[in-house]
Each structure stands twice: as structure tokens, then as C-alpha cells.
């Protein structure tokens, strides 16, 4: 297959060695970027390292999000968002599969709302405009590019259902890597 970029809304690019187009994109958007994932497994495929080779030549700042848990709790992306607002960021970037994409779209609409707490927005009726852009890295075949999220609030692992936060919750831009990630 060849390599290809597609945009229906969210930019696709797909192929080997797609994360090259990472700079370009987010250094559109912010020089601070939030990595999102969920432990130690991107540092051991080496992903993490090739990341970060990546971003930081193009002089974009990389802050660390690494406990991501299986349907991520409202705490964590509350804690996301806060790393966001502390330090100016205006992109976040998730590595790895659906937790950790649920949860960055949830960090980047909670770090641009009005409020502290993701679990707000959730309940809310009317969302915010403003728009902190995420970004994924994944190898596949790209079933995350569609809109909305899920996040647990901690006490009772409810889950609420996606549709309720597809207007302010969606993904940028997605790099499909088709090869190995080394």
C-alpha cells in the first residue's frame, strides 16, 4: 500500500515513518505539547524515544502524562488538563490505543473550558468554542479518528456515554504508522 495523508474532517497520514510529520503539525498549533500514555511499554518499543527525537529538534517542549488506566478516570484527565493550563500548553498528543485517546481528547476540551473538572463538561449542556487541538500516534488501521470519548468518574466507574461529548471532544490529526515503530 502507499503511503497517503487524508482529511474528512481529522488529517490522516498514513504509512511508514508518519510521525516525521509531527513538528509540522503541532508547531502550528503550540510549542508545548502534553504526551499522553499509558506506562512503560512506548518507553520499551522505543516509541517514546523517537517521539521525543522528533519534537525536540523543532524546539517544541514535551511535558509527561504516563498513568493513563483502562478507561481512564476523570481524575487523571483532570490532572491533564491542569499540566495544560500550568504550563501553556496547546496541543496533547496521544500514544497508544483507545484509553489513552479518550482520554487526551478529554484533557485538550477540560484545559481550554471553563471549568476544572472534565465531569463538568460531561454534564454540561452548552460546551465551550474554544478548542485545544489533540493529536494520535497509533498503529492500525485508524478506527480512532472518529468524535467524542468516554471517562469514569473514580468513585463509581460509571461510564457516560461517548455521544454526550461528541461537539467538543474530537482528534486533529492522526499519524497511522504501518511499520514498526524502531
Not at 508545548?32 to 523543532?58: E, Q, R, S
Not at 472534565?118 to 485508524?142: M, P, T, Y
Request: hydrophobic residues 35%; glycine residues 8%; neutral net charge.
Amino acid at each position: 500500500m502507499n503511503d497517503f495523508t487524508f482529511q474528512n474532517p481529522t488529517k490522516i497520514y498514513f504509512g511508514r515513518n508518519q510521525i516525521n510529520h509531527l513538528p509540522e503539525e503541532i508547531e502550528n498549533v503550540s510549542k508545548n505539547v502534553l504526551l499522553v500514555y499509558g506506562g512503560d511499554f512506548l518507553k520499551k518499543t522505543g516509541l517514546y524515544d523517537k517521539v521525543i527525537n522528533v519534537l525536540h529538534p523543532a524546539g517544541i517542549t514535551t511535558f509527561d502524562l504516563d498513568s493513563v488506566e483502562p478507561n481512564p478516570h476523570h481524575t487523571t484527565v483532570n490532572a491533564g488538563a491542569k499540566i495544560c493550563r500550568d504550563n501553556e500548553i496547546g496541543a496533547v498528543l496521544a500514544i497508544g490505543g483507545g484509553s489513552v485517546i479518550d482520554a487526551a481528547k478529554a484533557i485538550a476540551a477540560t484545559a481550554v473550558s471553563d471549568t476544572e473538572d472534565v465531569w463538568d463538561l460531561v454534564e454540561a449542556i452548552s460546551q465551550s468554542q474554544k478548542h485545544c487541538r489533540s493529536f494520535v500516534i497509533v498503529n492500525g488501521c485508524g478506527n480512532r479518528f472518529r468524535n467524542g470519548c468516554q471517562c469514569c468518574p473514580s468513585q463509581t466507574m460509571i461510564r457516560k456515554k461517548e455521544g454526550d461529548c461528541r461537539s467538543w471532544c474530537k482528534t486533529d490529526r492522526i499519524l497511522l504508522e504501518s511499520g514498526k515503530y524502531l
